[in-house]
């Protein structure tokens, strides 16, 4: 899932990628509204917000959709980062890097929210922040991977993309090349799997509250495990039957 890049990745490859970090990025955005009536997996909201306190003058709240903005803005900058600093040792390391560091963000997010969140504004406006830097660390990770096939934090764009693959596969005019059908297979796996994962969150944040973001940090390392799971298979035969 994380070894191949643009051309060479499978459909397969693809649809696993998108349906889990997708996935994902529904949950936290949910978890993020019910917990802080805030957008947790994209910035479009707070560009929105940003806007408005600029015209209001109101400095205290400029200060932090700016930094939410900055915030966002870095994890995708550190993935990008990491993935052109390792990708000639190894594909596998550059891009299982990012998700480490995102997997480590959701999992002080878990505890901190489970142990220590006293509700203060402070702590409200940390929390929102790391999870922020997480998804930009994983929305860069995976565009980068897919050669922009994939983006699972948000879905304006995945949206429009969809309608214009969608009229240019109907279309009678179009060669109807099977490169369409794939991309609208992961589009719409995207759209679901982040449907999937807001209700998920919904549903399981009124029950067990902050413990659902321990589940997330569990999702990451399956992908991780992905890769890594033919090696280990073939360590262990090998440690067994020679």
């Given at each position: 899932?994380?070894?191949?890049?643009k051309?060479?990745?499978?459909?397969?490859?693809?649809?696993?990628l998108?349906?889990?970090?997708?996935f994902?990025?529904?949950?936290v955005?949910?978890?993020?509204?019910?917990?802080?009536?805030?957008?947790?997996?994209?910035?479009?909201?707070?560009?929105?917000?940003l806007?408005?306190?600029?015209?209001d003058k109101?400095?205290?709240?400029?200060?932090i959709?700016?930094?939410?903005?900055?915030?966002?803005f870095?994890?995708?900058?550190?993935?990008?980062?990491?993935?052109?600093?390792?990708?000639h040792?190894?594909?596998?390391k550059a891009?299982?890097?990012?998700?480490?560091?995102?997997?480590?963000?959701?999992?002080?997010?878990?505890f901190?929210?489970?142990?220590?969140?006293?509700?203060?504004?402070?702590?409200?406006?940390?929390?929102?922040?790391?999870?922020?830097?997480?998804?930009?660390?994983?929305?860069?990770?995976?565009?980068?991977?897919?050669?922009?096939?994939i983006?699972?934090?948000h879905?304006?764009?995945l949206?429009?993309?969809?309608?214009?693959?969608?009229?240019?596969?109907?279309?009678?005019?179009?060669d109807?090349?099977?490169?369409i059908?794939?991309?609208?297979?992961v589009?719409?796996t995207?759209?679901?799997?982040?449907?999937?994962?807001?209700?998920?969150?919904g549903?399981?944040?009124?029950?067990?509250?902050?413990?659902?973001?321990?589940?997330?940090?569990?999702i990451?390392?399956t992908?991780?495990?992905?890769?890594l799971?033919?090696?280990?298979?073939?360590?262990?035969?090998?440690?067994?039957?020679?």
């Open positions: 899932m994380l070894r191949n890049t051309g060479d990745r499978s459909l397969k490859e693809n649809l696993m998108a349906s889990s970090t997708a994902v990025a529904g949950g955005n949910v978890a993020g509204v019910i917990a802080f009536l805030a957008f947790t997996s994209n910035v479009t909201g707070h560009v929105a917000n806007a408005k306190n600029i015209i109101d400095f205290k709240d400029i200060r959709f700016f930094i939410w903005l900055m915030l966002f870095g994890g995708a900058f550190l993935s990008g980062f990491i993935i052109n600093s390792l990708k040792k190894s594909n596998y891009h299982a890097i990012p998700i480490l560091v995102e997997i480590c963000i959701l999992a002080f997010v878990a901190y929210g489970n142990i220590l969140y006293q509700k203060s504004t402070l702590e409200r406006e940390i929390i929102i922040g790391c999870i922020l830097f997480s998804m930009g660390l994983q929305n860069a990770m995976v565009s980068v991977i897919s050669g922009s096939l983006k699972s934090t879905l304006t764009g949206i429009t993309d969809m309608g214009a693959e969608l009229a240019e596969w109907i279309h009678p005019n179009s109807k090349t099977v490169a059908k794939n991309k609208l297979y589009r719409t995207i759209l679901g799997f982040y449907l999937l994962g807001g209700l998920a969150a549903y399981f944040f009124n029950i067990y509250k902050f413990k659902i973001f321990y589940f997330v940090p569990v990451l390392l992908i991780l495990y992905y890769d799971s033919p090696i280990i298979k073939h360590k262990i035969s090998k440690a067994f039957f020679i």
